[in-house]
């Protein structure tokens, strides 16, 4: 999207609110910015396909809290926060972005509005909007990034959601209580480990009231391999791999999809535990408690559609209130889904949102 425009005001303390080093907990607030009605409503026509239509200015701040990563240490990490500009109470959504490889595409580093910032577009719809920056990015840049480990990445959304609850709540900022989570690509990933965490510790005084998920690899092996045996021409073996085979197999899986200009350190622990059959990050076989939707395209290049389709069967023999939504573009392809999905996450939160 072209047009942003906002204005920024220097780093704001908040002297009294518990600053502490456990998972969840608050460490700082900076870099308000003001974005207008026009200026957001101009960055979502440029993109076009959206039935959004701009309804309050958006101040938007990066937040710095403390997570867990995949060493077990505790490490400062950030995210943004995007507070619509409105006098009546508010439902949160906790927004998962897809995979980026360079730092200045992580939600802090986008505090007005672009084609990469659908948590301004949403908003400006009446919502205050949480979306960590994952570690590796934003405050954590230079740690190596836990792609698709499912712990780091329910925590880092999760903790977001408790320091981000206690920031507004300081600030009389008032939330309706209901909460909604989604999320695109590694997003959709991320969203179901956090919706899994999350149903086992929620927090206190926020409902969850559903999750829309698009074009996940949720069922991370099966996904893996359908995608990697397109990708390289065979499928690959499964059994007695020696280290200095799987060392090519992971080098040459990362050449096809990590861009060179990539200025963010992708750990591999996902790529040996998937040659080694360790299904630990998988994040599709479990019952939700809540409504929610999965969304994929049939011709996607990127996460194969039988990632939702194996998730759709295992939650339903579960029990589980699902659906999976087929993309109808053509070709319903990776990127051309993406506007449908955000056309999908408007219209089911529009339909439950009570404020």
Not at 38 to 54: D, F, M, P
Request: proline share 5%.
């Amino acid at each position: 999207m072209a047009c942003g425009g906002g204005d920024s005001e220097p780093e704001q303390e908040s002297p009294e609110l518990s600053i502490n080093a456990n998972r969840g907990g608050f460490q700082s607030i900076s870099g308000k910015t003001v974005n207008s009605i026009g200026a957001i409503q101009g960055s979502i026509n440029a993109v076009g396909g959206q039935n959004i239509t701009a309804e309050y200015a958006v101040n938007t701040y990066k937040l710095e809290y403390v997570t867990l990563g995949s060493n077990n240490a505790l490490i400062k990490v950030s995210g943004l926060i995007a507070i619509p500009e409105k006098s009546t109470p508010s439902p949160i959504i906790s927004y998962q972005h897809a995979t980026t490889f360079t730092n200045d595409e992580a939600p802090s580093s986008l505090m007005t509005p672009s084609e990469k910032s659908i948590e301004i577009a949403l908003a400006s719809l009446g919502y205050i909007v949480f979306s960590a920056d994952y570690v590796g990015f934003g405050s954590s840049l230079g740690t190596d990034h836990p792609y698709l480990q499912k712990l780091p990445s329910a925590y880092i959304v999760n903790d977001m959601l408790k320091a981000a609850k206690e920031w507004i709540d300081f600030n009389n900022i008032e939330t309706n209580g209901q909460l909604f989570m989604t999320g695109y690509s590694q997003g959709g990933y991320v969203t179901m480990a956090a919706l899994q965490e999350y149903q086992n510790n929620p927090q206190q005084g926020l409902e969850l009231i559903t999750a829309v998920m698009g074009a996940g690899p949720y069922n991370l092996s099966l996904g893996l391999n359908a995608l990697v045996s397109d990708k390289l021409g065979f499928p690959l073996p499964r059994i007695s791999i020696s280290s200095s085979l799987a060392g090519s197999i992971i080098s040459i899986i990362e050449a096809a999809f990590i861009p060179e200009n990539a200025d963010v350190v992708f750990e591999r622990d996902f790529l040996e535990r998937f040659l080694t059959n360790d299904r630990q990050d998988d994040v599709f076989d479990w019952k939700p408690l809540v409504p929610i939707k999965l969304f994929h395209g049939a011709d996607d290049e990127t996460v194969p559609i039988i990632s939702s389709e194996s998730t759709l069967n295992a939650m339903l023999n579960q029990g589980a209130d699902v659906e999976l939504i087929r993309c109808t573009e053509s070709p319903s392809s990776h990127k051309n889904c993406v506007l449908p999905y955000i056309n999908l996450v408007v219209d089911s939160f529009e339909s439950l949102r009570t404020d």
